[in-house]
């Protein structure tokens, strides 16, 4: 049984910052690709960016340069560092990671952490 537990969450003013934390506990036996994703009211679920078991990272147009993935294999954790937070970055943020474990491998969801960016 695995589950991603999210952390850091919050409301914070435009142009200031926060740091999601995501860590997988159960009976791993290997995590592959870990991600962010993101959902605002009406709109579908978005990659935000995502990160190799071996730290190759890719991220959305909208937050290159702003957001930075980095993970921890040793803590099986993931992290998203948000700067320079913009009102259009309010939304539900879910980690994601691709999980192996004895029964099997497939995608696990975080529970979701709402980041509201506002004035």
């Known amino acids: 049984q ?3 537990v999210e952390s850091g969450g919050g409301l914070v003013q435009p142009g200031g910052s926060l740091r ?3 860590a997988a506990s159960g009976n791993i ?3 592959y690709d870990m991600a962010w994703y993101r ?7 978005e990659l935000v960016a995502r990160i190799t078991s071996g730290g190759s990272t890719n991220s959305a147009s909208s937050v290159k340069g702003r957001f930075t993935i980095s993970r921890d294999n040793a803590k099986n954790t993931v992290y998203l560092q948000m700067n320079s937070l913009k ?3 309010t939304a539900v943020y879910y980690c994601n990671a691709f ?3 004895m029964i099997g491998q497939r995608f696990y969801w975080g529970q979701g952490t709402q980041v509201t960016v506002s004035s």
């Open 87 to 89: 009102p259009e970055d």
């Open 2 to 4: 695995v589950q991603l």
């Open 39 to 45: 959902q605002a009211p009406g709109k579908e679920r």
């Open 20 to 22: 999601l934390s995501c």
């Open 99 to 101: 999980i192996a474990t």
């Open 29 to 31: 036996v290997s995590i």
